[in-house]
């Protein structure tokens, strides 16, 4: 996560407005975007990734299904597979990647994405972005996020894509087989 990383700052719809943004420099423009992709990764056993953040970073030590912002020229989908690449050293091809929904956030456009993996691999996390990862049941997931385990974005986008979430995980998971 360096501070000279540059984002696409783009409309409601997620297209860009031809204008950069740097990382570092504060919020985007008030009515301006960027996006912001994750992955809910899914075994073949039916359970997902998690990751928690390290100290270091903002919402510290909360988790999270491994996410951050498209790069400039980075669509959400590649943007994804960088990441969960970066944060936790699982290769995914972009096409593998399922949409569960967008969040319209006040800066950002969030899009929340599944892929199937065979068995479950084990993580080789990046200890700038990681402290941790673990493969979790759907209802171990709810139950952190309920607790108050996740990082405080995660409440409004559980909220809205929750449900959805359950049938892509399900819809991935078939496909694998």
């Known amino acids: 996560m360096a501070d000279d990383e540059m984002w696409d700052v783009t409309d409601?719809?997620?297209t860009p407005t031809g204008t950069l943004h740097r990382r570092g420099d504060g919020p985007v423009p008030a009515g301006?975007?960027?996006?912001?992709?994750?992955?809910c990764v899914v075994s073949s056993t039916g359970r997902v990734l998690m990751s928690r953040r390290a100290a270091q970073k903002d919402y510290p030590l909360a988790w999270e299904f491994p996410a951050g912002s498209a790069l400039r020229g980075e669509s959400s989908?590649?943007?994804?597979?960088?990441?969960?690449?970066?944060?936790v050293g699982l290769v995914l091809a972009p096409d593998d990647l399922v949409l569960v929904g967008r969040v319209v956030e006040e800066r950002?456009?969030?899009?929340?994405?599944?892929?199937?993996?065979?068995?479950?691999?084990t993580p080789k996390i990046d200890p700038e972005e990681v402290l941790d990862a673990e493969w979790a049941t759907l209802d171990d997931v709810r139950r952190r996020w309920e607790d108050g385990a996740f990082a405080t974005p995660w409440n409004a986008r559980f909220?809205?894509?929750?449900?959805?979430?359950?049938?892509?995980?399900?819809?991935?998971?078939?496909?694998e087989r």
């Open 108 to 121: 950002a456009l969030f899009d929340l994405w599944a892929a199937a993996v065979e068995g479950e691999p």
């Open 32 to 39: 301006s975007f960027h996006i912001v992709a994750s992955v």
């Open 12 to 14: 409601i719809q997620g």
């Open 77 to 87: 989908r590649r943007g994804a597979v960088r990441e969960v690449d970066e944060e």
């Open 159 to 175: 909220a809205q894509l929750w449900d959805v979430l359950i049938t892509r995980v399900a819809e991935v998971r078939g496909a």
